[in-house]
């Protein structure tokens, strides 16, 4: 790890100052927490399988014209990034229904959503990260419409590349979550991480609803081969 100072920490993942005030180091944990922080455990190998994951997948991004903060990986667990400043706002795109999309409307799990949705929540831990109506985005001025326009179209871009990507390596991206930044010059890059944290992937191998789980729901509802699946995740997408 390192001697420099913690600048946050959050439920995964620890944010270190650098020499360079327009560097941060970022700590991959091995913790992990579902509906809020009520459900908190730990994954062992989690921190070294999504700094992995999450590092090549911001280069292909890089190399697709996707802006990130993604600078280099200093070691298994750190992650090298720009200093940006986070927009609040938790962006997620859908191409499948499930999770909270199912529970909000009934629609059934694998539906489906065509063209896909792209949803902002408010990031709020202690508001438990509601789901934002455009008005009261602007109404909380978490971004201006220019942004959110902006934010919905990268969205879609890494949506597309993403889709393809993983489907390359026989795996549906059913949903996932992205947090953005500014830079210096005012700029929105892409930041955190994508990672089976913050996607739901589907082993197209598998049929069944359970088997087929290879990110953190299956942490989330008990279906046990955690571990595994996070590493076969890793393989596949390394190997791409
Ligand atoms: P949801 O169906 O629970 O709204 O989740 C949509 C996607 O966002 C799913 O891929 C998991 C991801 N996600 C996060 O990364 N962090 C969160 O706090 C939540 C609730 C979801």
Redesign the pocket.
Known sequence: MTDHPKLYEGKAKILYATDDPAVLLTFFKDDAT???AQKKGSIQGKGMVNCAIASHLFQVLAKQGIPTHFIDQPSPTEMRVKAVKIVPL?V?V?NLA??????QTGLAVGTPIQPPLV?F?YKNDDLG?P?LTRDRLFLMQLATPAQVEQLTTMALQINTILTQFFQACGITL????LEFGLDANQRLILADEISP????LWNQTETDPARRVM???RFRHDLGEVESAYQQVMERVLAH
Do not use: I, P
């Not at 499930?98 to 529970?103: E, F, P, Y």
């Not at 944290?197 to 739901?200: E, G, L």
């Open positions: 579902a509906f809020n938790e997620v859908r499930a999770g909270s999309l199912c529970k949803e929540y990260d789901l059913v949903d996932f979550k944290d913050t996607c739901r990110d953190k729901d």
